[in-house]
């Protein structure tokens, strides 16, 4: 099989237009012959829930929380982009667009992120239209602000819970569906497989998580909107429920996954206490825009910050890259802190820190705009570390947060499975190989509000509605394989928490595929996974039993999951023997210490096919054209 | 430090649940009230025993999965904050620790100190929406928002859901939700057109979910940990009284 992602033909600015107008349609009568599995009910999959049930299709939405408004979504804090130009800042569809694939290094493609940049401003339009609170200038009109990455102020929120209120919309235009019966809500349900039938998605596999229940859901398209797999890492700022377990599996089904190592490491999050510590907070990027980021000119000055005068003081980024400054895009800041704290520079107890400094902000504005703009930051770093950053610069550091990697989609967000579309942070679309703030909000809305609804109605034109349902023997297949593989999970009868091997092996990726790789690490990872694997399969303990809620039981399948994700990861991360974006290779790297590509060997996509347990999966390019931005290394310095 | 817990152990919803009793050593002060729970489950495991179940998800506050009552406090001791974000050392060495589920007749409770709060789910269902489909709105910017409204539309929109409210309230009441979600909606142009049916629709179905009244404890606005004022219970009282006059 080979890959076609289906670009459509005509100049850049018109494919999304002119493709919509000749997608096929399913008229207003056979829309409701029809089921949609959605998976997931964050940004992605509440919207595409929502905007398909309006259409006329019947729903199925299922999440593993227990409400659909606790999707990890829920959690941006900055913002969300879109190329309105309120603000009269020469902002267009075209800078937004060129910013992304500039932040992205180059390694996306130019048409999704073209129509990412198209569709923006409707998001924000049906956004208010929802009744989502954005923040507003005293003459009643929007306020934005800017963020890393970006020369011109397009970023929308609302407070520091943007994300919140951008789900909450979502949320409650699902729930207007499922009370006019267009989409039923399986909160609390876990899907465990994917069913390939024919040649094509026709449902999965799922796990009541209150009964323990296994059943089948048939469809005529499956739509994951599972989101990242940060927590690969163990630490991240991801939620604790947030796992690779629906990509992984619609993966060993046949869906080729896309770029797996190229994960994004957040510049700004609390550093980690100690041994105990179960996640990582993010303080979100919008921070940058008032406070500066310092350490020590001097390696080993220990003493407390106000105790160091100015000419001792190093703002590296403002130093390195005077045009961005502070706002240096999340990889470029998220390498230099590491280089910082690795010279004997970082700060904290641990080390693993740099200052983020308020301290001018709060001279120029005043406490009360500062309390504003980021009074709830504020006050939950206090909280989680006992100190005030009103009175003394916050310590950050790097943290895993998002994954621009994922399931391999077309033009029309299509897997390599027919009737599997993914949608947001699961895909691997739009981001490259690094994410500019205020993105992923914009993508996941994109997907679902704009881009789905359309793309998928052209594949359920041509074919005929439940055609297979849950009777069909691939559905028993699967089921009876999720049953013996709870039942092993169950039997192991073990004494380590699943929660060790987790820890251990974030340990070691956070060491060998985080924010600096070399081929000795990851070869190193690549020897010890399956090791780990083996240790997890015969040493982990699960108490209790399937038939009831089991917590255990759920965390140690997305473990075990997380245990075979990992080696793709690292194999992808080998394969690419350059540097780009939020992919460091050591190897690759200009004398300046800055990140080299090798265009002519690695413009393209990394795609990697499942072929089978043990063995290695097979490998496949998508090569990437720039025909708009033409192909320039990267620089943030001018 | 040194812990002693009590935690409710209930194997099911239709089971008689129990306090249990752990002595747990070793506590760091720096840890969070969820990841003291983390390292006890961790040797519940070792010890081939059974670990408690609790709704956890973001960890930082926003998700709302979170619904402890610890020492007879939903969300403990300190305000503004949801148990996620509780950090040990607000507790001595020596404490002793009460963990309990919310407790509700609206929140069944499934396992340990896991509820069902499907209801609030239900409640939003009944009309805490503006009905608008995908497409074909107006510009963002068309309807200008005076600042302080659009303000105070936040300071309502910013509950989590988590139901702290009605663990605190005496009478399980789910007033300050409902306001919080009415109010949000009625203070802004998009929501402000179905403010009568929504405010109904959503009081009759709170009713029905078997959630009490309000009789103005204000317990509920000390335990939310998004601080939401009881203000806007006295806002949906006067949108309800405002629905049952202009039915629609």
Redesign the interface.
């Known amino acids: 099989m080979g890959l076609d992602a289906k670009i459509p033909p005509g100049p850049l600015p018109q494919k999304w237009e002119r493709h919509r107008d000749r997608l096929r349609l399913v008229s207003p009568a056979n829309k409701r012959k029809y089921r949609v599995i959605v998976v997931g009910s964050g940004l992605a999959g509440a919207?595409a829930a929502?905007?398909l049930a309006?259409l006329g299709y019947h729903v199925d939405c299922i999440c593993f929380?227990?409400?659909?408004?606790?999707a990890?979504s829920?959690?941006a804090q900055g913002g969300i982009n879109a190329a309105?130009n309120?603000r009269n800042d020469g902002d267009s569809v075209e800078r937004l667009f060129h910013d992304t694939i500039k932040g992205g290094d180059f390694r996306s493609r130019e048409a999704n992120v073209y129509r990412l940049a198209q569709v923006s401003?409707?998001i924000?339009?049906?956004?208010?239209?929802?009744?989502v609170?954005?923040?507003?200038?005293?003459?009643?009109?929007?306020a934005n602000r800017s963020f890393g990455g970006a020369q011109v102020s397009r970023t929308f929120y609302?407070?520091g819970?943007t994300?919140?209120?951008l789900l909450?919309g979502a949320?409650?235009?699902l729930?207007?569906q499922?009370?006019a019966g267009g989409v039923r809500?399986r909160?609390r349900t876990e899907m465990l497989d994917l069913v390939v039938a024919g040649g094509a998605a026709r449902g999965v596999i799922v796990r009541d998580l209150?009964s323990g229940e296994v059943s089948a859901m048939a469809g005529d398209a499956v739509v994951l909107a599972t989101g990242g797999y940060s927590n690969v890492y163990y630490l991240s700022t991801n939620?604790?429920?947030c796992n690779v377990t629906a990509i992984h599996r619609a993966w060993r089904r046949g869906a080729w996954l896309a770029n797996p190592c190229l994960t994004q490491i957040h510049p700004t999050c609390i550093p980690a206490?100690?041994e105990?510590?179960?996640?990582l907070?993010?303080m979100s990027e919008s921070l940058r825009n008032d406070g500066r980021i310092w350490v020590p000119s001097r390696a080993g000055d220990a003493r407390p910050p106000a105790d160091i005068p100015e000419s001792e003081r190093d703002y590296y980024l403002e130093r390195i890259y005077p045009a961005y400054g502070n706002l240096a895009p999340r990889d470029i800041a998220s390498r230099r802190a590491k280089e910082a704290c690795d010279e004997g520079r970082g700060v904290g107890a641990t080390g693993q820190g740099v200052y983020l400094d308020f301290s001018d902000a709060l001279a120029r504005l005043g406490e009360g705009v500062i309390r504003e703009r980021y009074g709830n930051l504020f006050?939950?770093y206090d909280?989680?570390t006992?100190e005030n950053p009103y009175q003394s610069p916050m310590r950050i550091y790097p943290a895993p947060h998002y994954t621009m990697g994922g399931v391999w989609v077309d033009y029309h967000l299509m897997s390599t499975v027919p009737g599997l579309f993914v949608i947001g942070e699961a895909n691997f679309s739009d981001h490259g190989a690094n994410r500019l703030g205020a993105s992923a909000l914009m993508q996941g809305l994109a997907d679902g509000?704009?881009i789905l609804?359309y793309t998928i109605g052209d594949y359920l034109a041509g074919i005929a509605p439940g055609a297979v349902g849950a009777d069909h023997a691939a559905f028993g297949a699967a089921s009876e394989e999720v049953r013996m593989r709870l039942r092993r999970l169950l039997s192991v009868g073990g004494?380590?928490?699943a929660?060790?091997f987790h820890r251990e092996l974030g340990a070691l990726l956070w060491d060998t595929c985080g924010m600096a790789r070399s081929r000795q690490g990851l070869t190193q990872a690549l020897a010890r996974i399956p090791a780990l694997r083996e240790e997890f399969w015969t040493g982990v303990?699960v108490?209790?039993r399937n038939e009831?809620?089991n917590?255990?039981l759920e965390y140690a399948g997305r473990v075990a999951d997380f245990l075979e994700f990992a080696e793709v990861m690292c194999r992808d991360a080998l394969a690419r023997e350059e540097s780009c974006g939020s992919h460091f290779r050591v190897e690759h790297q200009t004398p300046e210490g800055e990140a080299r590509r090798h265009d002519e060997e690695f413009c393209h996509v990394a795609v990697w096919e499942y072929q089978g347990a043990g063995r290695e999966p097979a490998a496949h390019r998508e090569p990437l054209a720039f025909e708009h931005v033409p192909l320039a290394q990267r620089s943030y310095t001018s | 430090m040194k812990l002693t817990l009590k935690i409710w152990r209930q194997?099911?919803s239709g089971a008689p649940g129990r306090f249990e009793r752990h002595e747990l050593d070793g506590v760091?002060p720096?840890?969070?009230f969820?990841?003291m729970l983390?390292?006890l489950?961790?040797r519940?495991?070792?010890?081939?025993?059974?670990?408690v179940?609790f709704?956890?998800?973001?960890?930082?506050?926003?998700?709302?999965?979170c619904s402890l009552v610890i020492n007879g406090r939903a969300h403990g001791p300190?305000s503004?904050?949801a148990s996620c974000?509780l950090?040990m050392?607000r507790f001595s060495d020596g404490d002793t620790i009460v963990i309990e589920p919310w407790r509700a007749r609206a929140f069944p409770v499934?396992?340990d100190l896991?509820v069902?709060?499907?209801a609030?789910?239900r409640i939003?269902?009944?009309g805490?929406?503006?009905?608008?489909?995908?497409?074909g709105?107006?510009?963002?910017?068309a309807?200008?928002?005076?600042?302080p409204r659009?303000e105070e539309?936040?300071d309502a929109?910013?509950c989590?859901?988590c139901g702290a409210c009605v663990a605190a309230c005496p009478n399980a009441s789910a007033m300050l939700f409902v306001a919080a979600k009415v109010a949000?909606?009625a203070l802004?142009p998009?929501?402000e057109v179905e403010r009568e049916r929504r405010a109904g629709a959503m009081v009759r179905r709170m009713d029905a979910e078997g959630f009490g009244n309000c009789t103005n404890h204000f317990e509920c606005m000390a335990a939310c940990p998004k601080s939401i004022h009881v203000k806007f219970i006295a806002t949906l009282n006067r949108e309800f009284l405002r629905a049952s006059f202009r039915p629609r």
Do not use: W
């Not at chain 1, 609170?133 to 929007?142: K, V, W």
């Not at chain 2, 709105?137 to 910017?141: E, I, L, M």
């Not at chain 2, 309807?143 to 600042?147: E, L, Q």
């Open positions: 919207s929502a905007t309006e929380q227990d409400s659909a408004r606790r990890h829920i959690s309105k309120y401003g409707l924000i339009d049906q956004c208010v239209a929802q009744g609170p954005f923040a507003r200038e005293y003459g009643g009109l929007l609302a407070r819970q994300g919140q209120q909450l949320y409650q235009a729930l207007r499922v009370d809500m909160p209150v939620a604790r429920g206490a100690g105990h510590q179960s996640k907070t993010l006050q939950m909280e989680i006992g509000y704009f609804p004494r380590k928490p929660q060790a303990g108490p209790g009831e809620l917590q255990a | 194997p099911g760091s720096d840890m969070s969820l990841e983390d390292f489950n961790e519940l495991i070792r010890q081939g025993k059974e670990p179940a709704d956890h998800d973001c960890r930082e506050g926003i998700c709302g999965s300190a503004g904050v974000q950090h050392r499934i396992r896991v069902d709060r499907g609030l789910d939003i269902q009944a805490g929406y503006v009905s608008v489909s995908t497409g709105v107006p510009d963002a910017n309807m200008p928002v005076p600042k659009a539309a936040m929109a910013a989590i859901g949000h909606l802004l998009p929501g």
